[in-house]
């Protein structure tokens, strides 16, 4: 959600902890009331059996709605005399601008909000808002994504509004009819309803979470604690305090978040920082006697860490690009363990044989104690390095660097006089081992975090991305990073060929197993679904001159890929699929000639085109210039109108001579995709009025082709025009470890 004013809500005067899970919370009130998971899954029935909810169709701008209102009526009956619940149907039409997916510009029109404010019953000055959205994507109930979070919404709702504590506050609840549409609910709400205003604190609850100063919970426990909080402190009246990302939030293995503020974790970081180099300045500055040639090898062998990471990261990138190139990629998409057998282990090998290599070549005279010494000095020297970076860059993060300096510095303190006395023995490794198990379990415990994350968006990066590239590299980074601590222990034991030799043999033996196609990359398993996604778009297109005659028609089904092994694994299932019918760009249209819903133009190059027969949707779309003319500062305005279906793309590009000044979306100035052209996404609710926009166009050099290409495409997602036979029945033949997302569209091409 675009909001303009989002704060972290949470009392900076000491360290609070936001309880992640379970019933407590242990900076505000005492909950007397959980939601209801019954309830919540009740409501999730009832919303996710309407069907898809795609913006305009029916089944999210009345059934959902009315679903939604009828819920909120009778918590409003069952609410305590304390509070007062006000209701809002909003149905915004707005524009605006956005640098997601390379940039465009956004338009929306009627589009529908339910908003509920609980406040006490003589009103509030300040709310905390909560959002999520009941609309969905095409061909999805939209379970996870995010009628979940609007069922939890209704059950907070209902304790809240029940409670005999009475609220400081107002929390506002905006069900969001238009979040798929990216941010377009969003923006109505926050730019045009009055109640924006009053919004001191933000809470988002959205399957995919966000980024930035937002806070994102998914148990209902813990957005009622938080949201009880703040509507009963004082936290919202001084929210100016929190701005700017001023707390920093530390998650604790997702059982509890600490909170504090940013300078406090400023401090904390500044003397790690202090305290490491305190110890590093006193071993490089001023060395024994004995060790004369510390400094020499401390950093001859940061050298060699270095080189050692490098070699790694080359590794893992030559073994990615061969798997790529033979048509193995996502091989580790269902069977996660593959990625760390190939490349963790190769990654981790590659380490370890470089610095074997210079223990047996290099430091052939020096002391196995003496160099495990070096190299924890420099791990330490490189964690110190990055937590200095971060505390540079004003990264509330820097508290994970600092965990890595402060344990092993704890650590080496405790056990350095053993390790002097008696060497790398039993009890210098069990305290050792003990020390750093706490970095390490969050270290764990936050790649575990990344991969969740990781994995599925590799699943739809598009076909230019090759997956495997990208995971090894974020896998070998990982490995660099955990390595870091033990590579001491290379230089303390008597032998690494073991070990070698272990992580050689499972990397070879995964390494053949993929090649040779043994994992599968998709599976339809319900528990753990991992699909192939692939969007199916019947459609007819039609390309008009400058003098508005058919130069070219024709009509198929287009098929896009969302990963990066294309149709190699649907060709054995869907024959007819195949690199035979791959889709030639159109290079003198916009975005190749295609109905692209959203600009990934860029990520998806490899399409492919069925021919098939015409549609004829029973709402054709409807566009027309309906004025030219020169304004006084010698450019061409040009006015159209557009109806159809509730979502159409429309694409410009202005001709060689000519550039596109300004036009009546977004804040006037437009906004460029990636490669040059205009993509303009549009989309309306029910009972919407004709689209009305102008363009205006500088002519440097008029070309005997026109001044600008416009191409309008629609999209039809809901309703019997969404359907035809040769679509369903291609459908059918898919594998049931795929999901195609199928719809039909047009696409109109003018010249003016």
Sequence with gaps: MASKELVRPTEPSDLGVLAHSGKQFTQGSVLTEAPNALSARDHLEHITSIGPRTTGSPENEILTVHYLLEQIKLIEVQSSSLHKISVDVQRPTGSFSIDFLGGFTSYYDNITNVVVKLEPRDGAQHAVLANCHFDSVANSPGASDDAVSCSVMLEVLHVLSSSSEALHHAVIFLFNGAEENVLQASHGFITQHSWANSIRAFINLEAAGVGGKELVFQTGDNILAVLKYLATSDVLVSSSKYRHGNMVFFDVLGLFVIAYPSRVGSIINCMVVMAAVLYLGKKLLQPKHNTANYRKDFFCGFGITLIGWFTSLVTVLIIAVFIS????????????YVSVCLYGTAAAAK???????????????ASDQYLGEVFFDIALFVNCGSLIALIYGGFCSAFISAVWVA????TKFCVHKDFKQHGARGKFIAFYLLGMFIPYLYALYLIWAVFEMFTPILGRSGSEIPPDVVLASILAGCTMILSSYFINFIYLAKSTQKTMLTLALVCTVTF???CSGTFFPYSSNPASPKPKRVFLQHMTRTFHDLDGKVVKRDSGIWINGFDYTGMSHITPHVPEINDTIRAHCEEKAPLCGFPWYLPVHFLIRKNWYLPASEVSPREPVHFRLISKEQTPWDSVKLTFEASGPSHMSLYVRPH???TLSQWSL????????????????????????AWQFWIEVQVLEEQPEGVITVAIAAHYFSGEDKQSSQLDALKEKFPDWTFPSAWVCTYDLYAF
């Design 325 to 336: 190139l033979i048509g193995q990629s996502l091989s580790w998409y269902n069977h996660f």
């Design 351 to 365: 380490i370890i044989f470089i610095h074997t290599l210079a223990k047996r070549f290099y430091y052939v005279n």
């Design 407 to 410: 344990f092993p510095l704890l």
């Design 512 to 514: 053949l197993l993929v």
């Design 666 to 689: 977004g804040n006037g100035t437009p906004v460029t995709s990636k490669g040059g052209d205009y993509f303009v996404f549009y989309s309306h609710g029910l009972q919407a009025s």
């Design 656 to 658: 060689k001579g000519s």
